[in-house]
């Protein structure tokens, strides 16, 4: 098995990815997928992995405030930054759920735009910076 995905492995790196398209060649379809390539890996795509981290680091802040609630009361501040981690983890399980369904990818943009900012995360909104320090 190992031999048969080593040589697979090869051939594709001598070969490149080929796809039958009608008047098309393999050279094209491989710039093609390249600038693809280029396009997915654009600072666009990178701020919002930014984005998908900072949340994740909200989500651990807020679990830290989470843990400290079973052992003090907790202050204004910490309840409501608790309050706001809480509601966007429903957005973003939302979402997710929107976007596991069948044709989920396609449907997840005409629901942000017709529903708005209220569905995203926090981080996502472009208006306001809510990041903890």
Do not use: C
């Not at 009608?22 to 992995?49: F, Q, V």
């Not at 405030?65 to 907790?74: D, E």
Request: glycine residues 6%; without cysteine.
């Amino acid at each position: 098995m190992n031999l048969l995905f080593e040589n697979w492995r090869k051939y594709l790196a001598n070969e490149g990815i080929a796809a039958y398209i009608p008047r098309s060649s393999e050279r094209k379809m491989n710039k093609a997928i390249k600038e693809l390539e280029i396009e997915i890996a654009g600072p666009e795509h990178k701020s919002t992995w930014d984005k998908i981290k900072q949340e994740i680091k909200e989500t651990g802040e807020a679990y830290e405030i989470l843990k400290k609630s079973f052992r003090q009361k907790l202050t204004d501040e910490e309840k409501g930054t608790l309050w706001m981690q809480i509601k966007d983890l429903a957005k973003g399980t939302a979402l997710g759920a929107i976007f596991a369904t069948p044709g989920g990818l396609l449907l997840v943009p005409f629901v942000i735009k017709f529903i708005g900012d209220s569905m995203l995360p926090s981080a996502f909104k472009k208006e306001e910076e809510t990041y903890i320090k």
